[in-house]
């Protein structure tokens, strides 16, 4: 039962950050259509119109794609924390390891693709905010 429990808590951890993750692209697309528009020599071949993290927006838009994924992964984190009944923190590493791993294999897909220091951005803001929404979560709790 533990067993279960241990992955349902790492599971809806995941569930947040991929479905907010998803909402707040769509969501910056749409208030914002000039960040989310190909522009001439910056976007990548065959990346749809739509989508902030490959398209060609300027620094504004790379920085906000950066902090609604800090944001995203920060309630992955809290929910990850708030659903493990026994030791949250250990909870919140795993979680952090595995969206780390993701990360990485994501960098090692789009190699070229992007410019590296997105990519190693990317790679180290999402565990990151795992970790800070887990640590707000214990916060919260009165355990830290």
């Known amino acids: 039962m533990v067993i279960l429990h241990t992955f349902l ?4 951890g995941f569930a947040t950050i991929m479905l907010l993750g998803l909402a707040l692209t769509a ?11 190909q522009e001439e ?10 989508d902030v993290r490959r398209s060609g927006g300027g620094p504004g838009a ?7 994924s800090f944001l995203a992964a920060a309630a992955g984190g809290y929910t ?27 960098v090692l897909q789009s190699k ?8 190693l ?7 990151l905010g795992v970790l800070a ?6 916060r919260v709790l009165g355990i830290l």
């Not at 659903?83 to 994501?106: D, F, K, S, W």
């Not at 929404?133 to 214990?138: A, F, K, P």
């Open 9 to 12: 808590a790492l599971a809806a």
């Open 121 to 127: 951005s990317q790679v180290a803001i999402a565990p």
């Open 62 to 68: 790379v920085f906000v794609n950066l902090g609604a």
């Open 27 to 37: 969501l910056l697309a749409k208030l914002i259509p000039s960040w989310a528009e």
């Open 80 to 106: 990850t924390a708030t659903v493990a009944q026994a030791n949250p923190l250990v909870h919140v590493l795993a979680l952090g390891m595995v969206v780390l791993a993701l990360a990485a294999l994501n």
């Open 41 to 50: 020599g910056g976007a990548l071949p065959g990346a749809p119109a739509t």
């Open 112 to 119: 070229g693709k992007q410019p590296i220091w997105y990519q």
């Open 133 to 138: 929404g887990g640590l707000l979560r214990l």
